[in-house]
């Protein structure tokens, strides 16, 4: 079956230290996306791509980075510069940017102690 | 002001009850998203609409452009249907802007 995959689903953390979140998918997408979550707060923009070897920061990509050498992968690294890293992150995929529908991995909650 | 206002921010039902949401926005659109997200946290979309009204089994999405409004309706609700439901806005720039959510819990 065709999606998107995202893992750890949990994900503890010592401050300081980086952690790489997986996003994989098979539905042969162009568009690939990074979204944050706090409770009470809609979805926001961390980094995008259009296409592979190319991606753009969103509203929020301070203190994150991210790579895209193939079109299936888009990790996620949230780097110690992130001042407040716990929070839900979910990975999205569209066929081609602009998005049309968009669809979601199952998103890791990562919890920096 | 939020772009993306929805309404109500929580709502408790009844089993069998006929529930609507609705989502305001004050940006300019390509299309507007209904998604769905359980409490395991993955979301699901549900509709992707630009005009009209579209329905997939008890599920209702309508949008008016003209009045920036979209309403999400629910028919003969059931306990299964318990979750957050995002309205969501494609954007000038390409992207998604998000709605806060609605959270919806049905009693049996």
């Not at chain 2, 359980?38 to 008016?64: C, D, E, W, Y």
Request: with cysteine.
């Amino acid at each position: 079956d065709g999606g998107i995959t995202q893992s750890p689903k949990y994900l503890f953390r010592k401050e300081g230290q980086n952690v790489t979140l997986s996003c994989e998918q098979n539905l042969n997408h162009d568009a690939m996306y990074w979204y944050r979550q706090d409770p009470g707060q809609g979805l926001r923009l961390i980094y995008y791509s259009q296409i592979v070897n190319d991606f753009q920061k969103g509203d929020i990509a301070e203190g994150y980075s991210v790579s895209r050498e193939k079109k299936e992968s888009f990790p996620l690294t949230v780097t110690s510069a992130q001042k407040n890293p716990t929070a839900f992150y979910l990975c999205a995929s569209s066929i081609y940017w602009p998005n049309t529908e968009a669809f979601f991995g199952q998103g890791t909650r990562l919890t920096v102690v | 002001k939020n772009e993306v206002e929805q309404s109500p921010q929580n709502l408790t039902a009844q089993e069998g009850e006929f529930i609507t949401i609705n989502c305001s926005y004050s940006v300019g659109i390509s299309a507007l998203h209904w998604l769905q997200q359980h409490p395991g946290g993955g979301i699901v979309s549900l509709f992707m609409l630009s005009s009209g009204k579209k329905k997939h089994g008890r599920l209702i999405a309508t949008i008016n452009i003209q009045e920036k409004h979209s309403s999400l309706h629910i028919t003969a609700s059931h306990p299964r249907d318990s979750a957050v439901y995002i309205c969501a806005v494609g954007g000038s720039q390409g992207n998604l802007i998000f709605g806060k959510g609605t959270k919806l819990s049905v009693k049996p």
